[in-house]
């Protein structure tokens, strides 16, 4: 079975640093796509980051790197010069061929606050 | 814009009657997604379309919910005999491929429908 652990319900960073969120996955296949996804108090999912399981290199898109270390199957996500707006939850996310079921895998999410 | 659109946006329904949620997925996304989150909780996924074919329906939370797909277009999510439990977000996604490992197997997710069963 595949899974997602999010084990920081809570951070909080002051505007302009960086934060990095954790995020550990499990999962038997050896392909297989890691997400990470901001959802504002809006409530919409916005995509932010893609990470293959064959890529070599650390996935980066602006301001948000993935700091992938397949052995450990970690995919943490990397925010760097926070800014007010990026408070909001952050969902790390998978999808392999598990079991031959391609059901995407969430963890429970990481609640981020950003003070001035 | 040429996103992942829902109707209706908010539905309020009494309990036991019947609703159905609409999504239409981006143009050319082969696969589509039906996910629930309960207020203040993460995604619970329900069920997913590979073109009109759901290989998968285990997480469908009971029979009395039901998803069908037209073509790789429009998919309708049915609630039948609304119980207050389902009072949530209804949030539909899709993506380009169901390749596992490659980019193109990203979701995108729409606006969501929120649903209130009094």
């Known amino acids: 079975a595949q899974k997602i652990t999010q084990t920081q319900p809570g951070m909080f960073v002051q505007e302009k640093e960086a934060v990095t969120l954790d995020c550990t996955y499990d999962t038997s296949d050896q392909s297989y796509g890691l997400f990470w996804y901001k959802q504002p108090s809006s409530g919409e999912m916005i995509f932010l980051i893609y990470?293959?399981?064959?890529?070599?290199q650390n996935a980066t898109e602006g301001r948000y790197s993935l700091n992938f270390q397949k052995a450990r199957k970690s995919a943490n996500l990397v925010i760097s010069a926070s800014q007010l707006g990026d408070s909001a939850m952050y969902f790390c996310a998978m999808r392999s061929r598990s079991g031959g079921s391609y059901i995407p895998t969430f963890g429970r999410g990481t609640s981020l606050i950003v003070h001035p | 814009g040429a996103g992942v659109s829902q109707s209706p946006s908010n539905k309020v329904t009494e309990k036991g009657k019947d609703v159905e949620l609409r999504c239409d997925p981006i143009?050319?996304?082969?696969?589509l997604y039906w996910y629930r989150q309960r207020l203040g909780q993460g995604l619970e996924f329900l069920i997913y379309f590979q073109g009109n074919s759901a290989p998968d329906k285990s997480g469908l939370p009971s029979d009395r919910f039901s998803a069908e797909r037209t073509g790789e277009s429009v998919s309708t999510l049915t609630i039948q005999r609304t119980q207050q439990e389902d009072s949530a977000v209804y949030l539909c996604?899709?993506?380009?491929?169901?390749?596992?490992?490659?980019?193109?197997?990203?979701?995108?997710f729409g606006p969501g429908t929120r649903l209130t069963v009094l």
């Open positions: 996604a899709s993506s380009l491929t169901l390749k596992t490992g490659s980019r193109t197997d990203t979701q995108y």
């Open positions: 143009s050319g996304h082969t696969a």
């Open positions: 990470q293959g399981s064959y890529d070599e």
